[in-house]
């Protein structure tokens, strides 16, 4: 029976070492680089003396970061159905708690208006994955919702202008879906914390497989030279503040997790109601929180980057 368990991020296997290699590597680069523009008298010869004893170590190292941007990359481009829900809070309702939200979350998927609702065969294979946070005092609730918004990319949870404050009866009548709505996307999209490390990684394979042709652009080197050694100084910062980002989210506490498995949208509805070791909070505790779902096979990764 699938259960609540808090949400611990289960860093990449390979991350820390890799990025810790990458900002050592960048940092001393950058450094070397700096002195470099300063000397032109001898500019040539050390030049092709970094060249000459940077090259294997540059290059295995480059083999290392793309192995860990295919780890990254692949997950981030599988399709989903993305659903947020930002509670009552939002909608000035009163609290209703984790069974609030469920209830909500289970309507959504017979809201016709919503042409991005989920819809697969009635037996088919699918999976899903909750993020939810709680509170019973608004405070609290703050707190967790940055930390919602910091893995999914949302920095500011409100609702957007033109659905603030509507008329839900109305909405009905008129043929419109009723909020919350779904998404239909990929991970990437919603989990920038990764997606921006895969694209420095990227980025920063590019600035490193070049540091073998310094020497052979003598006319424009202290130049290039120069703007080389600042980017590869901003890409080692960049890359501490997203490491700092999701070492955040690592080390979160209030966020609970539920991965269910289902044969069609009907059993994971009871999977999800019936699901045990519920998180702690009341019934009038203030509650938000998203779902990924998608098909099981393509689902694997997601789970696994998420640590599911």
Excluded at 24 to 39: M, R, Y
Aim: aromatic share 10%; proline share 6%; net charge negative.
């Amino acid at each position: 029976m699938p259960e609540w368990r808090p949400f611990h991020l289960a860093m990449i296997p390979g991350v820390p070492p890799t990025l810790d290699a990458v900002n050592e590597a960048t940092g001393t680069v950058s450094g070397v680089l700096d002195t470099l523009s300063g000397l032109l008298d001898t500019l040539a010869e050390l030049a092709s003396f970094m060249a000459d004893s940077m090259h294997a170590t540059m290059h295995a190292l480059i083999a290392i970061l793309q192995e860990l941007i295919n780890q990254l990359y692949n997950p981030l481009q599988t399709g989903l159905y993305f659903y947020l829900d930002k509670g009552p809070l939002f909608t000035s309702g009163d609290p209703d708690g984790l069974q609030g939200f469920l209830s909500r979350w289970k309507n959504s998927f017979e809201d016709f208006g919503d042409i991005h609702r989920p819809q697969f065969a009635e037996h088919a294979e699918i999976s899903a994955m909750f993020f939810v946070v709680g509170a019973n005092d608004l405070p609290d609730f703050y707190r967790l919702l940055r930390l919602l918004g910091m893995l999914f990319g949302i920095p500011a949870l409100d609702w957007e202008e033109d659905e603030y404050g509507f008329d839900i009866p109305t909405r009905i009548e008129n043929g419109m879906s009723t909020p919350p709505d779904w998404e239909s996307l990929r991970l990437g999209k919603v989990c920038p914390p990764f997606a921006r490390l895969a694209e420095i990684l990227t980025q920063t394979v590019g600035m490193l497989s070049v540091t073998d042709d310094y020497a052979n652009i003598l006319d424009s080197l202290a130049e290039i030279i120069s703007e080389k050694a600042a980017l590869l100084a901003a890409i080692a910062d960049e890359i501490q503040s997203i490491v700092d980002a999701i070492t955040a989210l690592i080390e979160s506490s209030g966020l609970y997790v539920l991965q269910i498995d289902g044969n069609g949208i009907d059993d994971l509805k009871a999977k999800a109601e019936t699901a045990t070791d519920g998180p702690p909070w009341n019934l009038e505790s203030w509650v938000a929180g998203t779902c990924l779902l998608g098909a099981t096979a393509d689902f694997g990764p997601v789970v696994e980057l998420l640590g599911g």
